[in-house]
DNA sequence: ATAACTGTACTATCTGTAATAGTACAGATT
DNA sequence: AATCTGTACTATTACAGATAGTACAGTTAT
């Protein structure tokens, strides 16, 4: 059981949901810094998708800013996140805004919202 | 102009964006109830869409209960919102639920999230 | 050196789904 | 009767994602 995974189902292209993936499993330190991810064909025959589609997943996470390829060695992932976590920590304000604004829109009382945050930091 | 209104460019199917459309105008009171809907033909030449795509659509909206048709005399919007209502706050409690989790493993803190909380509902 | 790895760059093809095109029918309205 | 309405089909087109296959240059280990 790979921490990989991908979901045919899903309506968001595979390449796209591996370069979430593997950006969320960094993030949250599933996946050490500087360490070799497992090289184009072998993450393509771990999951058994073509490697051209993991290649597309690897383009995008290297533009990110998530890995580092070296043609002849290998994916390596980056060592400074720093810039990465602090992007998903204003992603995540804007979407908690608007998530909010939704919410109000629908009726959802002040005191209610207060409570689902209140909720959630206690868990 | 029209109120109703589809992106090519959006992931989601056309026929999906106008049911979510629709509802949405339906529930923010902008398509009074019992209100005859332009019909399937008449919607798709306001569009330039084809028919057969707006009529999947609107046999979504019969399904969710946003509006009723009958053969030979048209669609209408539904009469008794109040079960769509409860759907949509419940629904959104929910989304907020979820968006909240995300920004507090982001490392949102507590108080940044209680504020943009406040900020919203004091707009 | 040579074999077996790496990332990268192509072109061609397959496939599933959304959207389109066209036709038809029965009921309602005027 | 003419013209609306929703509904039900089949066939076709269009597009994007995924696959298949090949190739090349750089690295690594034997």
Partial sequence: MSI???DYKNRKPIWEQLTDNVTDLVLRGLLPLGEAMPSVRAMAAE???NPNTIQKAYVELERRGVIISIPGRGSFVTTDISALLTERLESA???LSESARAAKEAG???ERAIKI???VWGE
């Fill in 117 to 119: 945050i209140e909720d």
């Fill in 4 to 6: 990989f995974s991908v």
């Fill in 47 to 49: 999951l058994g998708i």
């Fill in 108 to 110: 959802i009382e002040r």
């Fill in 93 to 95: 304000a804007a979407a």
